[in-house]
C-alpha cells in the first residue's frame, strides 16, 4: 500500500510559521496530485490546499493568503508553507495523494495517505 510520510509539525505561538512536508514513494507515476487536510479533535477532516503536478493550486477560505502549497516532482515531495498562524490552525494534518491531472478538495477524492502531523497554534 502506497504510504505519505509528512514531517514539520510542532507548537507555535499566535502569528509564527511552519512549514511542513510531505514525501512520496517513488512508486507513484506522473501525474498525481497532493493535497493537505486537517482534522481538530472533534470536527470532521477538511479540505487546507491542492496542487496538481502541473502545480495548479486550490486553497480553502480560511487559509487563502496565509499558506502556500509547492512541489518539488524530482524529489516527489509536497511543502506547506504556513504564516500567520492562528489558534483556529490547530489541527492534525495530513498530506494525501490522487491519481489524475486535477485539483480536488473532498477527502473521498484521495487514494494515499499519511498518517498526520500534528501543528498546535497557542494564543
Known amino acids: 500500500q502506497v504510504q505519505l510520510v509528512e514531517s514539520g509539525g510542532g507548537l507555535v505561538q499566535t502569528g509564527g510559521s511552519l512549514r511542513l512536508s510531505c514525501a512520496a514513494p517513488a512508486v507513484i507515476s506522473k501525474n498525481y496530485a497532493t493535497g493537505w487536510f486537517r482534522q481538530a479533535p472533534g470536527k470532521e477532516r477538511e479540505f487546507v490546499a491542492a496542487?496538481?503536478?502541473?502545480?495548479?493550486?486550490s486553497y480553502s477560505d480560511s487559509v487563502q493568503g496565509r499558506f502556500t502549497i509547492s512541489r518539488d516532482n524530482a524529489k516527489n515531495t509536497v511543502d506547506l508553507q504556513m504564516n500567520n498562524l492562528k489558534p483556529e490552525d490547530t489541527a492534525v494534518y495530513y498530506c494525501?495523494?490522487?491519481?489524475?491531472?486535477?485539483?480536488?478538495?473532498?477527502?473521498?477524492?484521495?487514494?494515499?495517505w499519511g498518517h498526520g502531523t500534528q501543528v498546535t497554534v497557542s494564543s
Open positions: 496542487i496538481s503536478w502541473s502545480g495548479t493550486t
Open positions: 494525501a495523494g490522487r491519481q489524475g491531472t486535477l485539483v480536488r478538495t473532498s477527502v473521498n477524492e484521495y487514494s494515499y
